[in-house]
């Protein structure tokens, strides 16, 4: 059961974490060479070695949405699979040392994407760095859906005591229902 989850998917997290991590290094240091070379000073640079920087970091950019697109297929194959599992199925997948483990690559992920967002992007780059984001932010959704799966799973449920009025929750689930229709007509 191990390897629906275990060590082969922790080992291709760490993996596409680093890819997309040297990735977005490689971006933001060519965005700092782009926005600090001073525009006189980078006019007088040939075309050829302009342009070569340029292709240099849409590459960069072009590898990171690659890396991501393969993040979101795979781990949304992982969803599907991990779904299909029992609970208890899924509990054992993981150790609680795995389970942080995939935690901090996680919070990783989501620095990442605080870097990249927070980036003074070039104007000829703004568009692609856009569509990194986006397929960074789909891929990272699918990676969450995994962890919160599989934390549920190993997770015990917290049971409160209470008591409620069947008749109250039926009114409040009524009334609620009124105005989400008239909401909608609105």
Not at 22 to 40: F, K, P, R
Not at 71 to 83: A, D, P, S, W
């Amino acid at each position: 059961m191990k390897s629906v989850l275990g060590s082969s998917s922790l080992s291709s997290m760490k993996d596409l974490t680093t890819a997309i991590l040297s990735s977005a290094i490689g971006i933001m240091a060519g965005y700092s060479n782009v926005a600090s070379a001073d525009a006189a000073e980078h006019s007088r640079l040939p075309a050829i070695e302009q342009s070569q920087e340029n292709i240099e970091i849409a590459n960069y950019l072009h590898e990171l949405v690659k890396d991501c697109n393969e993040m979101e297929t795979g781990y949304r194959q992982l969803v599907k699979t991990l779904l299909k599992l029992s609970s208890e199925e899924v509990a054992g997948i993981l150790t609680r040392a795995e389970m942080e483990e995939y935690s901090v690559k996680l919070r990783e992920l989501r620095n990442i994407e605080t870097l990249l967002k927070n980036a003074e992007v070039p104007p000829q780059f703004q568009e692609l760095h856009l569509s990194a984001r986006k397929a960074l932010a789909k891929g990272r959704t699918w990676v969450v859906a995994v962890h919160d799966v599989t934390l549920q799973a190993m997770q015990e449920p917290v049971i409160v005591d209470g008591s409620a009025d069947p008749d109250g929750l039926k009114a409040l689930a009524d009334h609620s229902t009124k105005k989400v229709i008239e909401l909608a007509r609105a």
